[in-house]
T-cell receptor, first 113, second 112 residues
Framework: ETGVTQTPRHLVMGMTNKKSLKCEQH?????MYWYKQSAKKPLELMFV???????ENNSVPSRFSPECPNSSHLFLHLHTLQPEDSALYLC????????????FGPGTRLTVL | GENVEQHPSTLSVQEGDSAVIKCTYS??????FPWYKQELGKRPQLIID?????GEKKDQRIAVTLNKTAKHFSLHITETQPEDSAVYFC???????????FGDGTTLTVKP
């Protein structure tokens, strides 16, 4: 499946590192999402972008910083993370609004040491 | 904001039996209710969805029912097979909210 891709697939970082997650969609969609998936909260919405504009920040700590340069690309910049931030980070896209099917990427498995 | 509750959290059935997963939502403005299936190590994928102008929708062994008055919707899987084993997520969204709210998932195990 190549509709929504994410890189890297796995990432191990220390608490003082700075890293970025990348998501790219080839479906012509205009809405993109970041989710955090962990045992504690299976699908936790973090950010929503619609036509490159951020429309939702679900009380996410500032150590997570999203960037959406265009409708096809979405980044999540990470800095000074905590071990409890270790999780699977899923990107998704949908055609325009949220009341349409969301297509998920394979996720980035993040481990913070 | 929207709140979605999903039950049960785990469900184990014998192959060939039926499985039912239920979700309730709080926002009466919600008008789109998808169900996603996530197999182990894979991404969530849509298996069926329903909009608020429809009470029931069926696709082969899978069906979804919606009760707008009671604000609940259910996923029904008949003649379950081992490959139906996965985590199932329900969600609710509306045009104005700009986002979907997901339930906490149900881990379905189908025993051969």
């Amino acid at each position: 499946e190549t509709g929504v891709t994410q890189t890297p697939r796995h990432l191990v970082m220390g608490m003082t590192n700075k890293k970025s997650l990348k998501c790219e969609q080839h479906l012509g969609h205009n809405a993109m999402y970041w989710y955090k998936q962990s045992a504690k909260k299976p699908l936790e919405l973090m950010f929503v972008y619609n036509f490159k504009e951020q429309t939702e920040n679900n009380s996410v700590p500032s150590r997570f910083s999203p960037e959406c340069p265009n409708s096809s690309h979405l980044f999540l910049h990470l800095h000074t993370l905590q071990p409890e931030d270790s999780a699977l980070y899923l990107c998704a896209s949908s055609q325009d609004r949220a009341d349409n099917e969301q297509f998920f990427g394979p996720g980035t498995r993040l481990t913070v040491l | 904001g929207e709140n979605v509750e999903q039950h049960p959290s785990t469900l184990s059935v014998q192959e060939g039996d039926s499985a039912v997963i239920k979700c309730t939502y709080s926002d009466s403005a919600s008008n789109y209710f998808p169900w996603y299936k996530q197999e182990l190590g894979k991404r969530p994928q849509l298996i069926i969805d329903i909009r608020s102008n429809v009470g029931e929708k069926k696709d082969q062994r899978i069906a979804v029912t919606l009760n707008k008055t009671a604000k609940h919707f259910s996923l029904h899987i008949t003649e379950t097979q081992p490959e139906d084993s996965a985590v199932y997520f329900c969600a609710a969204s509306n045009t104005g909210a700009g986002k979907s709210t997901f339930g906490d998932g149900t881990t379905l195990t189908v025993k051969p």
